[in-house]
């Protein structure tokens, strides 16, 4: 019988080493989500040090969400050359560092520059894990892992902040950054025994060398050998950056980063300003701190089921009605009562959905872009949706500022999701079956 690896992959129920290899990727997010949340942790207290104001500390986080989308844009394609496990290792190794220098920082220089040295690394990971989880699972189960996967983000977002809520009960905020580095240089040994490079990206290699490379991690995940590298399809074979924009390539790439875009712009309103909104109906920050856990409790739920979900439906018709049912909460959050269990509850449903749009997103992502562009495809998208990263919150301080009440920016704020849901309408030429890999 003549077996090609990827049709193994495909069609075999997922070995132990596949189920481990995302979770480690699951993991690997999760670090993300603390590591780009660290300096929201530790910005009261860098504030206190060194007499900076909120607009120096905005400068501060933008610095670092903008290292990620140069990390997504510029360095993300090197998965593609290079391997999906050497861009994880070099990514832990950037991310790792950049945090530790960041707890020696004595400025808002030097924190900007050592935040910008973490976000590459944070934006180059993205990429990778993405594709990896994608690669290491069948085409049964693919959407489910990528979904999983992208709810790492918010279940680093809830651990690292109980976590840094404790530390910082007990040392000063460059305990934070420590925390961070160390836990991520730590990974690095779990990720040189337990994620194998991706079998899709050695099927683009030629020879017996190739082949037996891919069947000792066949033998390793319990699957039988494969006896032939079948020819990657002739737009595989010519990928490079310029192919994302290719004929029947190009309307997938552009569609795809323009959801993203403005998803995102709603998806950091959220993210960022729940605490804020909260602290200005009366109540203090402890009560803001607790309804956003409650929006990342709600992301974990909504990108667990939305994941489980799309096994049996396509996921472009499910991200397009969680777009719309984003805005609704957007809203709704912009009106409700100041009551504390009620900000709790609409946010968790909050969260819900507008973390299980970009769960979505993601899933679309990996199942749109073929092997040998899919690192380069997804660093391109998450990188042009890091733009929207940076102008929601100072378009929403902008709102804020010329008098509006919570209401009306919320509504202007959830325009993001809905013009994407749109976008995505017409966007009929995305993959959208659950069997769409094969």
């Not at 986080?61 to 290792?89: E, K, N």
């Not at 959050?333 to 609409?346: N, R, S």
């Not at 997103?361 to 562009?373: E, H, Q, R, S, V």
Request: with cysteine; charged share 15%.
């Amino acid at each position: 019988m003549n077996t090609d690896p990827r049709d193994i992959i495909d069609r075999e129920p997922m070995s132990g080493l596949q189920i481990f290899a995302v979770g480690i990727c699951i993991f690997l997010n999760a670090l993300d989500g603390f590591d780009v949340l660290a300096i929201t942790f530790a910005a009261p207290g860098i504030a206190e040090d060194w007499g900076l104001g909120a607009d120096a500390i905005g400068i501060v986080l933008l610095t670092g969400l903008a290292g990620m989308a140069a990390g997504s844009l510029f360095l993300a394609p090197l998965a593609d050359r290079f391997g999906r496990r050497a861009a994880i290792l070099g990514s832990l190794v950037t991310m790792g560092v950049g945090m530790l220098l960041s707890a020696t920082a004595m400025d808002i220089i030097t924190m900007s520059v050592y935040r910008v040295i973490t976000g590459l690394g944070i934006g180059a990971m993205l990429a990778s894990i993405n594709a990896m989880a994608a690669e290491y699972s069948n085409a049964k189960r693919r959407d489910f892992a990528v979904s999983l996967m992208t709810i790492g983000y918010p279940v680093g977002g809830v651990l690292g902040g109980s976590v840094a809520v404790v530390l910082l009960q007990h040392y000063s905020w460059h305990s934070v950054f420590v925390f961070g580095g160390l836990v991520t240089l730590a990974i690095i040994p779990l990720v040189l025994l337990f994620l194998p490079e991706s079998i899709e990206f050695l099927s683009h290699s030629k020879g017996a060398a190739a082949l037996d490379k891919i069947n000792k991690i066949l033998r390793r995940m319990k699957h039988q050998p494969a006896d032939h590298i079948a020819e990657p399809h002739a737009e595989e074979a010519r990928a490079g950056f310029k192919e994302l924009f290719a004929t029947g390539q190009r309307n997938k790439t552009l569609a795809l980063a323009f959801s993203y875009f403005l998803h995102i712009t709603t998806f950091y309103y959220v993210l960022g300003w729940v605490p804020y909104i909260v602290t200005e109906l009366g109540f203090d920050k402890a009560v803001g701190t607790s309804v956003s856990v409650w929006v990342n409790i709600g992301g974990i739920i909504g990108g667990s089921i939305l994941g489980w979900v799309a096994t049996f439906f396509g996921m472009r018709k499910l991200v397009i009605g969680i777009m719309l049912a984003t805005a609704a909460a957007v809203i709704a959050f912009g009106q409700v009562t100041p009551q504390i269990e009620l900000l709790k509850l609409v946010g968790f449903i909050l969260g819900c959905f507008v973390f299980g749009g970009v769960v979505g997103l993601y899933a679309l992502i990996a199942k749109n872009f073929p092997t040998k562009l899919r690192a380069s495809g997804t660093g391109f998208v998450i990188g042009m949706g890091r733009g929207g990263s940076l102008i929601s919150p100072a378009l929403t301080g902008y709102l804020f500022a010329l008098g509006m009440d919570r209401g009306g920016v919320a509504i202007i704020m959830a325009m993001g999701s809905i013009i994407a849901a749109v976008a995505l309408i017409f966007a009929k030429q995305l993959q959208d079956d659950v069997q769409a890999e094969k």
